[in-house]
């Protein structure tokens, strides 16, 4: 089936440092990823949406300035945390739509595994 | 603004007996609704979804029912066995995005 492969699993980053997550569709072509933010006994929140070739949306109330987003390809999108601090601290996730398996019963929607981040 | 909500933060039940899990939601726009199973650190894990046309589905111990009158959906899962034990997450389709609820975690004890 569909897979989509988030790297890191885990990251620890100091304070004011950036990182990036990367999202990537191993067999099928992915022009729109969604990337997602969880704290600790809350809700996935729908972050941004990611277009290839184009900017990104972002959800009411995400700094497109911190979170920064590039979708280079069809099948990697990229998440770039700038200037980390400890409130940003959290689990990422990043999601695509399969084009075709609209009809299935998941109506084609496949997550990565997801990135713990810690800023210390 | 919450658009999809789960009231109950957890819900305890034994092994064998039924858990119901609810959801209600605001926007009468959605297609289609999907539950996820999740545990920490990991992406959540499909298990049923339903069509907005539809007032039930069912598969294997998973049936989702959906009464969009009163734009709420339940999902019934029997019996419970531990295995099961982890939060859960309705899920609404606005568009080609996923907007999640703010998840139910079950304990299943023996």
């Known amino acids: 089936g569909a897979v989509v492969s988030q790297h890191p699993s885990r990251v620890i980053c100091k304070s004011g440092t950036s990182v990036k997550i990367e999202c990537r569709s191993l067999?099928?072509?992915?022009?729109?990823m969604f990337w997602y933010r969880q704290f600790p006994k809350q809700s996935l929140m729908l972050m941004a949406t990611?277009?290839?070739?184009?900017?990104?949306?972002?959800e009411q109330g995400v700094e497109k300035d911190k979170f920064l987003i590039n979708h280079a390809s069809l099948t990697l999108s990229t998440l770039t945390v700038a200037s980390a601090h400890p409130e940003d601290s959290s689990f990422y996730i990043c999601?695509?739509?399969?084009?075709?398996?609209?009809?299935?019963?998941?109506?084609?929607?496949?997550f990565g595994s997801g990135t713990r981040l810690t800023v210390v | 603004d919450q658009q999809v909500k789960q009231n109950s933060p957890s819900l305890s039940v034994q092994e064998g007996r039924i858990s119901i899990l609810n959801c209600d939601y605001t926007?009468?726009?959605?297609?289609?609704f999907l539950w996820y199973k999740k545990y920490p650190a990991e992406g959540p894990t499909f298990l049923i979804s339903?069509?907005?046309?539809?007032d039930k589905n069912e598969d294997g111990r998973f049936t989702v029912f959906l009464n969009k009158s009163a734009k709420h959906l339940s999902l019934h899962i029997v019996p419970s066995q531990p295995g099961d034990s982890a939060v859960y997450f309705c899920?609404?389709?606005?568009?080609?995005?996923?907007?999640f609820g703010t998840g139910t975690r079950l304990q299943v004890f023996p």
């Open positions: 999601s695509a739509r399969v084009p075709g398996l609209s009809g299935e019963a998941n109506y084609g929607y496949t």
């Open positions: 990611s277009n290839e070739g184009s900017k990104a949306t972002y």
């Open positions: 067999d099928f072509q992915a022009t729109t």
């Open positions: 926007n009468s726009m959605f297609d289609y």
């Open positions: 899920a609404a389709t606005d568009a080609d995005k996923l907007i």
């Open positions: 339903i069509s907005s046309i539809k």
